[in-house]
């Protein structure tokens, strides 16, 4: 079974200072995503970046970028220019390629919190 | 667009009650999926409907939990009856497709504390 681990449950950051969230995934497929979603508080969750395991380049979305390790299954997001409205629980997700496989398997989460 | 609609926003039951929630997905998207995300956790897959047809529910507790949904629309998830491990937020997120490239908008859920 796949799993997705987060080791920092907390970080902080300065605003407009950038910040790095670790993610770490075990799996024996070799074709999948893996996602950054976004949880702010008492508010839904927004997909913030995706990444293709079958794509070299690292995805950036605006302030936002991933360093993609294949071989260490290592899929970190960093924010640029932290903003006050980025303070939420990021989630880190895995989800396989396949037809009816579409279910999500996410890691424990890192609050952020942003110091004005 | 409106975006995925969940009620009750908050449920509050005793222990061995029983308790449902309501999802109206995204018009169009014909795959539906009911998370439970316990506090301090991610969320965790309980169900995922095709359509009005059932994807996986390999980790839905089927002795308490029951989701149904009807027309291929609203979806509804019942627990009965309830224990307090039960206490959780419930997500209901759909996708157009069961495509790889889709994705998935969650709803606000509904946060459930068994007493």
């Known amino acids: 079974a796949q799993t997705v681990t987060q080791s920092q449950p907390e970080m902080s950051v300065q605003e407009a200072e950038t910040v790095t969230l670790s993610c770490t995934y075990d799996t024996s497929e070799s074709d999948y995503y893996l996602f950054w979603y976004k949880q702010p508080p008492s508010r839904q969750m927004i997909l913030v970046i995706r990444q293709e395991a079958y794509k070299q380049q690292n995805a950036t979305e605006n302030r936002f970028s991933v360093n993609f390790q294949k071989a260490a299954k290592s899929f970190s997001l960093k924010i640029s220019d932290s903003q006050l409205g980025d303070a939420a629980m990021y989630f880190c997700a895995y989800r396989r390629l396949g037809q009816g496989a579409q279910k999500l398997v996410f890691g424990q989460g890192t609050r952020l919190t942003i110091n004005p | ?115």
């Open chain 2, 1 to 115: 667009e409106a975006g995925v609609a969940q009620s009750p926003r908050y449920k509050i039951i005793e222990k061995r009650q029983s308790v449902a929630f309501w999802c109206n997905p995204i018009s169009g998207h014909a795959t539906l999926y009911w998370y439970q995300q316990i506090l301090g956790q991610g969320p965790k897959l309980l169900i995922q409907f095709q359509n009005n047809g059932v994807v996986d529910d390999s980790q839905l507790p089927k002795d308490r939990f029951s989701a149904e949904r009807l027309k291929g629309v609203d979806s509804t998830l019942k627990i009965q009856p309830a224990k307090l491990e039960d206490s959780a937020v419930y997500l209901c997120a759909s996708s157009r497709w069961a495509t790889n490239t889709d994705t998935q908008y969650f709803g606000p859920g509904t946060r459930l504390t068994v007493l």
